[in-house]
């Protein structure tokens, strides 16, 4: 169920997003249904937390993080523009701070 979705999904934004934006967000969403294991009108919140803590975990840095969750959110968003949820489990999950580097 998961993959026709995420299909339709990307159908229906592919004139908004360049190629390169849509293979990350493939990637992106693709790696948290692995790690989360649940259909996508199952997933909480807690879930999708749970994964941005593993990343960092992992040592993935914050700007790698919010370019997953952006897409995870894109996602989640069209599928309530497509009524296919009550909720959206994103609207409370906010963004790893990014750590302004200067320029060299």
Known sequence: MNN?????F???????????TIRSYK???K?????CEKNYDEVKAME???WLA?????GLK???INLKLTALKSFYRYCMEENLLKKNPTLTV????INDSLPY
């Open 62 to 64: 914050a700007k790698s």
């Open 48 to 50: 999708i937390r749970a």
């Open 94 to 97: 906010h963004s790893p701070k």
């Open 4 to 8: 026709e979705i995420q299909q339709s």
């Open 31 to 35: 790696q948290f249904f692995l790690h």
């Open 10 to 20: 990307f159908n229906d934004y592919q004139a908004r997003f360049s190629s390169e």
């Open 27 to 29: 990637i992106s969403i």
């Open 54 to 58: 593993s990343m960092e975990e992992k």
